[in-house]
């Protein structure tokens, strides 16, 4: 009994070993390209074929093995446009001169095809000033609450980017910054589709669109007075579709109830569960509401939503049954 014992601590210890090295070493280092194609009936001819990679969840500390790994990738996929969706950098990032060297490589290669949100993390840095400054100095184009729109001669689709509410998850050992962080920054970067979407959907004066929100630590959501919200009955633009980039995917909450006719929705922010052990799918996961919307491809009522695991980790370095990715995405008509 005593030589079984020995063998099968043996065993034990080799497989502690064998998997320790993999959610360690080998997942968060091997990035899966994810490749989606998705239908729109109301895309424009000259987009149809469009080729869009995701970007989200970098946490850069340093112009790193990573990135280097993300450049080499981009290389290869031929798109048309990127787009990043929150957490370039991690809370903790402090060097930002050498993280720009990775921004402005990105944007030399795209130059004039990169659109980006902001993350919780982006904006939980203490520095986050230094960080936005050199970030746009790169060439990246941020939207804050903004709209722009992507021409290919007469034609157009809507690209929508929405600000992250810096919400605090529900955990005491948070920095003072962090959570006073929603309060110095709600003046500039309150998430609101409505502003956002304010060439798209008209709001009539005597119909002004209202944002409730609750600060409350049990409540990272958007409260809406059902009586008071309500949109115009002026023209909205029914025909051109509207890619919105956000950070987390409690947005499409919002995006199902108010803002029906956005057609493709992208955000990061789970990393995918980052640990996603089977039957315990709420592990690790940085939502309080949807977590089905945990990773990958989404459709309801005709609006899909994507939820990409992201290139980096927060917290602990470690992955399993989760790949970093690179998401490339083809839109057909």
């Known amino acids: 009994m005593g030589k079984k014992f020995k063998i099968s601590i043996k065993i034990f210890l080799g497989l502690f070993i064998l998997i320790g090295c993999w959610i360690f070493f080998a997942e968060p280092n091997f990035i899966k390209v994810e490749k989606i194609f998705l239908e729109m009936e109301n895309l424009p001819t000259s987009f149809n074929g469009i080729k869009i990679v995701q970007l989200s969840d970098f ?10 790994k993300v450049l080499k990738i981009l290389n290869n996929l031929n798109s048309d446009f990127i787009f990043i969706t929150g957490d370039i950098i991690d809370w903790k990032t402090k060097n930002f001169e050498e993280i ?32 936005d400054n050199l970030f746009r ?14 021409k290919k001669g007469e034609d157009f689709i809507y690209l929508v980017g929405i600000s992250e509410p810096c919400p605090n998850f529900n955990d005491s050992n948070y920095n003072d910054f962090r959570k006073t962080c929603y309060d110095k920054l709600q003046k500039v970067y ?3 589709l409505q502003i956002a979407f304010k060439e798209v959907y008209p709001s009539r004066k005597d119909e002004t669109f209202i944002q409730e929100r609750s600060l409350k630590k049990e409540t990272n959501l958007y409260l809406f007075p059902s009586q008071k919200t309500r949109f115009s009955d002026g023209i909205e633009d029914k025909k051109n579709p509207k890619i919105l980039l956000a950070h987390s995917p409690e947005i499409f909450r919002e995006v199902r109830k ?3 006719k956005i057609d493709l929705t ?4 789970t990393h995918g569960g980052q640990v996603d052990i089977p039957f315990l799918v709420n592990f690790f996961l940085p939502v ?25 980790e927060s917290g602990l370095p470690i992955r399993f049954n989760s790949f970093p990715e690179v998401t490339l995405i083809e839109l057909k008509k």
């Open 59 to 68: 946490h850069s500390k340093k112009f790193g093995v990573k990135e280097k």
């Open 100 to 131: 720009q060297k990775f921004w402005l490589e990105l944007s030399k290669q795209f130059e004039g095809k990169i659109f980006a949100v902001y993350g919780n993390h982006d904006h939980w840095n203490r520095d986050f000033k230094i960080f």
């Open 137 to 150: 100095e790169s060439k990246i184009k941020v939207l804050n609450n903004q709209l722009e729109k992507i």
């Open 190 to 192: 309150h998430d609101n």
């Open 258 to 260: 108010f803002f029906t």
């Open 266 to 269: 992208l955000v990061g922010h």
């Open 288 to 312: 309080k509401y949807d977590k089905k919307h945990k990773k990958g491809i989404f459709k309801e009522d005709s609006k899909y939503l994507y939820v990409n695991r992201g290139v980096g």
